[in-house]
């Protein structure tokens, strides 16, 4: 179907003895380029993508999926191609669950029925209203984390198994029983959700806060002020925290240089990407790289 392929970056985990594998995807597609994957038949994967168009074509036809759109497939065939469409940027996360762990899944989430007919070769995940490929908020974000995970690498297995299992939870199953008023959840966490998940999608070139209020439909005032009450932040604190985190990741886990690494993130000047480095992470991007994402011991703590 198409000449160009990409291997996804696999980012953490072992389907044999963590029951789940993510991987990555990130690069500019000048033409229609095959993901290769390598999927296992006995796995259920989840695919979606934050930026960019794909299609996933198998025996039984094709699924188209959008920005923000998130497609389950179960039993694929080793013939089944995934095909990122020329044009654009694209950003995705394929997390792929090995049967011990849907099986415990299945067990651990009693009260709850499946949101889809998993034994079907692949469906387009049907969570909450509307646009029934459309994924919510609260998915994409936790999906924005799995893919940007903390610099601070000492408990990541756990994390990752944590946020891979609520990733699970929320994506595949539904709650048998519809959650109750939630008018007691603090006003406007909705549109802070959507707020945070566009400043993470778009780290090298984000969005200004009056682009992003009127995104989310509030005033630049209000979107400031959940900013602070409900993150502790403000915007630019947070978009520092975020490209430290997708730098550091991409220091762990490529081999781009440090300055391809400042601007990937937004910087334009190396001293500076390397004052907010060492500011959020505590320790420069060098001598990070060079203990394997672990840092010494002089460095333990952030800067402050």
């Known amino acids: 179907m198409t000449a160009a392929s990409i291997r996804p970056e696999t ?18 597609a000048g033409r229609d380029t095959r993901l290769e994957f390598g999927i296992s038949s006995e796995s259920t994967v989840m695919a979606l993508s934050f930026t960019g ?66 034994v079907q070769s692949v469906t387009v995940n049907r ?7 459309r994924v919510p908020t609260v998915v994409l974000s936790l999906a924005q984390q799995l893919s940007t995970p903390p610099a601070h690498t000492a408990c990541l297995p756990i994390w990752f198994q944590a946020k891979v299992m609520e990733l699970a939870s929320l994506t595949l199953f539904a709650p048998a029983i519809q959650p109750m008023n939630t008018s007691n959840e603090p006003a406007g966490r909705e549109s802070l959700e959507r707020a945070l998940f566009l400043l993470e999608r778009d780290l090298e070139n984000p969005p200004t806060l009056e682009m992003l209020a009127q995104e989310v439909g509030c005033g630049p005032f209000h979107l400031s002020r959940l900013f602070g009450k409900l993150t502790g932040k403000t915007m630019p604190e947070f978009l520092r925290q975020k490209r430290m985190e997708r730098a550091a990741l991409m220091l762990r886990t490529t081999r781009q240089s440090v300055s391809e690494i400042a601007l990937a993130v937004g910087y334009e000047s190396f001293s500076a990407f390397t004052r907010a480095f060492v500011r959020e992470v505590g320790s420069t991007p060098t001598t990070y790289r060079a203990h394997g994402g672990m840092l010494p011991i002089a460095a333990q703590q952030p800067a402050t």
């Open 11 to 28: 980012l953490h985990g072992d389907l044999r003895a963590d029951g789940f594998r993510i991987r990555i995807w990130r690069f500019h």
């Open 53 to 118: 168009r794909l299609v996933f074509a198998s025996q039984d036809g094709q699924v188209r999926i959008a920005s923000e759109q998130l497609v389950v497939a179960s039993k694929v065939r080793p013939e089944s191609q995934w095909i990122a469409l020329e044009g654009g940027r694209h950003r995705g996360l394929m997390v792929e669950l090995a049967p011990h762990l849907m099986a415990q899944l299945g067990g651990v989430e009693r009260g709850v029925r499946p949101s889809h007919e998993v």
């Open 127 to 133: 969570i909450g209203q509307g646009d029934v490929s």
